[in-house]
T-cell receptor, first 112, second 118 residues
Framework: DVKVTQSSRYLVKRTGEKVFLECVQD?????MFWYRQDPGLGLRLIYF???????EKGDIPEGYSVSREKKERFSLILESASTNQTSMYLC???????????FGSGTRLTVV | AQSVTQLGSHVSVSEGALVLLRCNYS??????LFWYVQYPNQGLQLLLK??????LVKGINGFEAEFKKSETSFHLTKPSAHMSDAAEYFC????????????????FGTGTQLKVEL
């Protein structure tokens, strides 16, 4: 089975800190995605990537950046964490549209 | 742009009763549609998908969904609910690769929390 691993299940960070969320997939998928999940809002796309060193903005990219230096790793960066970025962050990968996504277990980030 | 609407943020059923979770989509062209399930403190798991083959799609754990173009719907059903079905369910839509606004991005609904009571 494809595995998508997010490095942390729970994180607590202070306002203004630079935060790195790491995601690694083990099935050579070209496509990787970062979503945030908030109650009543469902999943909202932050950034995605179709290939190494390639990135595209999703629906809510403000306050975030990403890095994809290797095919298997897609990092989400909060340049200066704020309390409104407290959320569940979900990483996913996919080999193509018709297959859907495989998700990681999520990182619950709290910014205090 | 394509979108999905899930009617009912919370649904409660008795164990053994029919489960019906509603999803309506909006798309200018025939879309691909997905249902995912999320158990507490976990990521999302694919239940089933419609990718323009058979309109009645069977998934894992006894769930199925029917694509109805005339109603722009893709409702999720299960004949008999089990306690283990209690979870949050998400409908998602995308367009086939190469079509405008498609690529490989999934757009998710806001989710339906299913509660199963004894």
């Amino acid at each position: 089975d494809v595995k998508v691993t997010q490095s942390s299940r729970y994180l607590v960070k202070r306002t203004g800190e630079k935060v790195f969320l790491e995601c690694v997939q083990d099935m050579d998928h070209e496509n990787m995605f970062w979503y945030r999940q908030d109650p009543g809002l469902g999943l909202r796309l932050i950034y995605f990537s179709y290939d190494v060193k390639m990135k595209e903005k999703g629906d809510i990219p403000e306050g975030y950046s990403v890095s994809r230096e290797k095919k298997e790793r897609f990092s989400l960066i909060l340049e200066s964490a704020s309390t409104n970025q407290t959320s569940m962050y979900l990483c996913a990968s996919s080999p193509g549209t018709i297959y859907g996504y495989t998700f990681g277990s999520g990182t619950r980030l709290t910014v205090v | 742009a394509q979108s999905v609407t899930q009617l009912g943020s919370h649904v409660s059923v008795s164990e053994g009763a029919l489960v019906l979770l509603r999803c309506n989509y909006s798309s200018s062209v025939p879309p691909y549609l997905f249902w995912y399930v999320q158990y507490p403190n976990q990521g999302l798991q694919l239940l089933l998908k419609y990718t323009s083959a058979a309109t009645l799609v069977k998934g894992i754990n006894g769930f199925e969904a029917e694509f109805k173009k005339s109603e722009t719907s893709f409702h999720l059903t299960k004949p008999s609910a089990h306690m283990s079905d209690a979870a949050e369910y998400f409908c998602a839509v995308t367009l086939p690769w190469g079509l405008t606004g498609g690529g490989n991005k999934l757009t998710f609904g806001t989710g339906t929390q299913l509660k199963v009571e004894l």
